[in-house]
Nanobody
Framework: QVQVVQSGGGLVQAGGSLRLSCAASGRIYSINTMGWYRQAPGKQRELVAAITRGGTTNYADSVKGRFTISRDNAKNTVYLQMNSLKPEDTVVYYC??????????????WGQGTQVTVSS
């Protein structure tokens, strides 16, 4: 059994910062790419940032220079540091982890979602 649990998020004023965390636990052999996505009501879920096990990162153009993704492989945890937040960053954020379990097959696991609200 594998679990992916998010923490962080909340309400912040424009220009402020928030940090999201996402920890995977359970019968994990290894974790490949971990990433953060966000989804506004009525829209498709979109990639915000992703990081490979080796540390290669990828960002959406809308967050480049403001958000930083990182991970701690020993803790099976990925982080998203969000700075210079804007009202348009107000959405629900989800983490995703590509986890190889005891079956040695990679499966995608999603976190429960975290609301981020940026007030103007």
């Amino acid at each position: 059994q594998v679990q992916v649990v998010q923490s962080g998020g909340g309400l912040v004023q424009a220009g402020g910062s928030l940090r999201l965390s996402c920890a995977a636990s359970g019968r994990i052999y290894s974790i490949n790419t971990m990433g953060w996505y966000r989804q506004a009501p009525g829209k498709q879920r979109e990639l915000v940032a992703a990081i490979t096990r080796g540390g290669t990162t990828n960002y959406a153009d809308s967050v480049k220079g403001r958000f930083t993704i990182s991970r701690d492989n020993a803790k099976n945890t990925v982080y998203l540091q969000m700075n210079s937040l804007k009202p348009e960053d107000t959405v629900v954020y989800y983490c995703k982890a590509e986890i190889v379990g005891s079956d040695y097959i990679a499966h995608d696991y999603w976190g429960q979602g975290t609301q981020v609200t940026v007030s103007s």
